[in-house]
């Protein structure tokens, strides 16, 4: 082989390395963006979980609020009737 030939392969074998190495490296950068992303995905699930239990309880508290102040109507709807019935 003359040392043009050999010259020749190792390009050929640079380029070669290149052409492989280019995607792959960029793949992993992806990948790893891509794993950041779920990660900050996964800590806002947790925090709307949490403001969602909150949300629940203060609409609970207010719907038997509203239901102990209808009993107390109907209790006074009750008496209406009767007094009037007399």
């Known amino acids: 082989m ?5 010259f ?3 390009v050929a074998l640079a380029g070669f390395a290149i052409s492989i190495c280019t995607p792959i490296v960029k793949l992993n950068t992806s990948i790893t963006r891509l794993v950041d992303k779920l990660n900050n995905l996964d800590e806002g699930m947790d925090d709307l979980t949490a403001r969602n239990s ?7 508290k207010h719907n038997e609020s509203q239901d ?6 109907e209790k006074r709807i009750g ?8």
Not at 2 to 6: D, F, K, Y
């Open 8 to 10: 020749g392969v190792i």
């Open 68 to 73: 102990k102040t209808l009993v107390d109507h």
């Open 2 to 6: 003359t040392e043009w030939e050999v």
């Open 79 to 86: 008496i209406l009737e009767k007094v009037k019935e007399n």
């Open 54 to 60: 909150k949300s629940h309880e203060r609409l609970w």
